[in-house]
């Protein structure tokens, strides 16, 4: 026999939001864990004093926002849609059935005009002290790396726009060691640091803040560069958003200096190849701290002799080739590197010279940086059995949070698309 439920959509009940949320739901367990009143606080000064009007509870918008990330909800219209749909977010908010929820153009408002990026930062900070009070971060290795996100923009909709190279932040720290090495080798300094070069850039129309990214086999896109730094038990001490054609190298100082002077007790900076340049190794070295990196493998011509065939003699100032020829001191460039080169005369017969140099005058030249001993010091700790380990648990650590937040947390598009 044939059962057909009833329809009762219309009846009246009686129920309680509080009945109807399990007790193991991630939201029930965030309300009992965090005590949401000093966002009050943070957002005090930014509302006006009482016109008549009642301003939505800044504690609400900001759980929305919880919400659009926890759930991975792919924009903020949706995020409102579910709230006002959902009973389980309905008690988070605290709003009952009958009660209109925020719209979604006021909590977009809110977060483009009155939350500044300082006060989204203090309440950041404010959650990660808690966080370190109730001893669950472990500040003292930090794990840094850097992730392409797609920007809500068209490639097509873009101008060429001509643009000053950006002043490199070491570059007078450079400019003063180079001209004090040339000064060594009797070579005249330099002026000054290098003119700035304008460079020619395709800015979007739509969000000129991104930046065409394309590696690999990654389809061109304009994207951003979130360069993040977490603690071995993946809680997140620090992130910088950056352009993306800004190579993770160039964005380090900002995400370095934001995570070191809130966290002093920072021992070892964990990192990809793509931070393996001198000034990230003098910087971190300088600082008393250890820089983690991998090894590279050299670039180039694969039949031509390798970077380390080439060994230098610190006592007399030279290169000697894998011949056993002696490669002179040349000059130190504006770039920081000195330079060695060969006499022609004696590569011109060398048996050796098609796996050595293909150019036209017959002659070598070794680059080596001023600041290459750093990096020499960089490549003895990698063999450190005690920091490979370290390293390996960057799968365990950075990478999982940049997974997490793509798959989980609508990441995969950048901001909130309205």
């Given at each position: 026999m044939l059962n057909k439920e009833k329809e009762e959509r219309n009846q009246l009940e009686f129920v309680s939001l509080e009945d109807l949320v399990p007790s193991d739901h991630i939201l029930r367990k965030i309300d009992a864990a965090v005590d949401f009143t000093p966002i009050y606080d943070f957002v005090e000064d930014l509302y006006c004093p009482d016109n008549g009007r009642p301003s939505i509870d800044p504690v609400v918008l900001f759980k929305m926002v919880l919400i659009h990330h926890i759930f991975g909800i792919p924009s903020l219209r949706r995020t409102a849609e579910e709230v006002r749909a959902n009973i389980y977010y309905r008690w988070f908010i605290g709003y009952t059935l009958n009660e209109e929820t925020p719209h979604f153009s006021t909590l977009s408002y809110n977060f483009k005009h009155r939350y500044t990026s300082v006060v989204i930062e203090e309440i950041f900070y404010w959650i990660l002290d808690e966080i370190n009070k109730a001893g669950y971060l472990s500040p003292e290795a930090v794990f840094v790396d850097g992730t392409h996100i797609k920007a809500n923009a068209n490639?097509?909709?873009?101008?060429?726009?001509?643009?000053?190279?950006?002043?490199?932040?070491?570059?007078?720290?450079?400019?003063?060691?180079?001209?004090?090495?040339?000064?060594?080798?009797?070579?005249?300094?330099?002026?000054?640091?290098?003119?700035?070069?304008?460079?020619?850039?395709?800015?979007?129309?739509?969000?000129?803040?991104?930046?065409?990214?394309?590696?690999?086999?990654?389809?061109?896109?304009?994207?951003?560069?979130?360069?993040?730094?977490?603690?071995?038990?993946?809680?997140?001490?620090?992130?910088?958003?950056?352009?993306?054609?800004?190579?993770?190298?160039?964005?380090?100082?900002?995400?370095?200096?934001?995570?070191?002077?809130?966290?002093?007790?920072?021992?070892?900076?964990?990192?990809?190849?793509?931070?393996?340049?001198?000034?990230?190794?003098?910087?971190?070295?300088?600082?008393?701290?250890?820089?983690?990196?991998?090894?590279?493998?050299?670039?180039?011509?694969?039949?031509?002799?390798?970077?380390?065939?080439?060994?230098?003699?610190?006592?007399?100032?030279?290169?000697?080739?894998?011949?056993?020829?002696?490669?002179?001191?040349?000059?130190?460039?504006?770039?920081?590197?000195?330079?060695?080169?060969?006499?022609?005369?004696?590569?011109?017969?060398?048996?050796?010279?098609?796996?050595?140099?293909?150019?036209?005058?017959?002659?070598?030249?070794?680059?080596?940086?001023?600041?290459?001993?750093?990096l020499e010091i960089a490549e003895d700790i990698r063999h450190t059995p005690e920091y490979k380990a370290l390293y390996d648990k960057r799968k365990e650590t950075i990478e999982r949070v940049f997974a997490d937040a793509k798959e989980k947390h609508a990441m995969r598009i950048y901001g909130f698309v309205k």
């Open positions: 490639i097509k909709k873009v101008v060429k726009k001509a643009v000053p190279q950006a002043a490199r932040i070491y570059g007078e720290q450079l400019m003063e060691e180079i001209n004090q090495d040339r000064e060594e080798h009797g070579k005249r300094p330099f002026d000054g640091p290098k003119e700035s070069e304008e460079k020619t850039v395709n800015e979007s129309t739509t969000d000129p803040e991104s930046g065409v990214f394309h590696k690999g086999e990654h389809k061109k896109c304009l994207a951003y560069t979130a360069l993040t730094a977490c603690d071995k038990n993946v809680y997140i001490m620090g992130m910088t958003m950056n352009p993306g054609n800004v190579h993770d190298s160039a964005a380090f100082d900002g995400l370095y200096d934001q995570v070191t002077k809130k966290f002093l007790e920072i021992q070892e900076v964990v990192m990809d190849a793509g931070f393996k340049t001198p000034w990230i190794s003098k910087r971190v070295i300088d600082d008393g701290r250890i820089p983690v990196l991998p090894y590279t493998r050299p670039k180039g011509n694969k039949d031509f002799f390798k970077p380390g065939d080439f060994v230098y003699d610190e006592y007399y100032d030279c290169v000697i080739c894998p011949e056993n020829h002696v490669l002179s001191y040349s000059t130190t460039n504006r770039d920081g590197y000195e330079e060695f080169k060969s006499k022609s005369y004696i590569c011109e017969n060398c048996p050796s010279r098609k796996h050595c140099t293909n150019n036209a005058k017959g002659e070598k030249t070794v680059l080596k940086h001023i600041w290459s001993d750093y």
